[in-house]
């Protein structure tokens, strides 16, 4: 059974971002597009490893009309180990709108995908308490869908996403229950897990808090928090926080964050790099290096 990796992903909620443009980009033009190149020691989503604690890449474009509506596309590189079948590649794609003042009160509201081509996992959805034996063996996929909202104040932004797929990168009955089964040393929990019926995690929440905080001309503060409540599933919610400085330097932003995360049940978000099991969960220091075109 291949196991499945939990959350989080930041998602592409800059499909959010702000909007305005400059002058002399108004004269000339009613959109702006921006193309960001970011190197990183470790791809995370929601403070969790997406790429094996290993070195990752993304790149994002994103288009802004000064009416207010944003598209996004983002291809991050993620671990094959992970997403076990898929081509080592996240996928996400969003558009949305947003309205107010940047510098004060600010609203915006979207929809989002987040897909990984071709990768899935297979697990039992069933578990035959008679026999002692897994049942109903299926194939699930990763991809997931959202609705976005946010509101803001200056550099404070708060953003809630609605999970409207039919599982949110997989989470149902067989990956939560499977992988307790197979990796937890008492499979109590699993059973009872597989004894609530057969679930998926459409309905979940996603929930996240930002700050940002200019030192001087050159170099931000960064603070995040963020909380995931996930439907039907409670050993998947778990919270998580960064705190990370950037400076801009030779058209570089170059950025170090502490990132940790507060997980119920570690066992779903453990990923086997062979035979060795190896937490993405972890607390660290991630740098990166990127720069906008």
Not at 55 to 71: F, Y
Not at 137 to 148: E, I
Not at 220 to 236: D, P, S, V, W
């Amino acid at each position: 059974m291949s196991l499945i990796r939990v959350p989080s992903a930041a998602l592409a909620v800059a499909l959010c971002a702000s909007v305005a443009l400059p002058a002399s980009a108004q004269e000339t033009a009613s959109y702006a597009v921006t193309t960001d190149v970011k190197l990183t020691t470790d791809q995370r989503s929601r403070g969790v490893s997406d790429s094996l604690r290993g070195p990752g890449a993304k790149l994002s474009v994103q288009l802004a009309h000064e009416s207010g509506w944003v598209g996004l596309a983002e291809f991050a590189t993620v671990s094959r180990k992970q997403f076990p079948e898929g081509a080592g590649v996240g996928v996400t794609l969003g558009g949305g709108y947003r309205f107010g003042d940047p510098d004060g009160w600010h609203y915006g509201l979207g929809l989002a995908a987040e897909m990984f081509p071709g990768a899935k996992f297979q697990a039992p959805y069933g578990f035959n308490m008679e026999t002692g034996e897994p049942t109903d063996l299926r194939s699930t996929r990763y991809n997931s869908a959202f609705a976005v909202a946010e509101i803001g104040y200056g550099n404070l932004e708060a953003r809630v996403m609605n999970v409207i797929s039919k599982t949110y990168r997989g989470i149902s009955t067989g990956g939560v229950c499977g992988a307790m089964l197979s990796l937890m040393a008492d499979p109590t929990p699993a059973l009872e897990c597989y004894a609530r019926g057969d679930h998926n995690s459409r309905g979940s929440w996603l929930f996240d808090l930002g700050y940002k905080h200019p030192l001087n001309p050159t170099t931000t503060l960064n603070l995040h928090a963020g909380y995931q409540r996930i439907a039907h599933f409670k050993e998947a919610n778990f919270s998580d926080y960064a705190i990370g400085i950037t400076h801009k330097r030779w058209g570089f932003n170059w950025t170090a964050e502490w990132m940790t995360t507060r997980t119920r049940v570690r066992e779903l978000y453990i990923a086997m790099d062979g035979t060795r099991p190896r937490a993405m969960d972890n607390s660290r220091v991630v740098l990166s290096v990127s720069r906008s075109f």
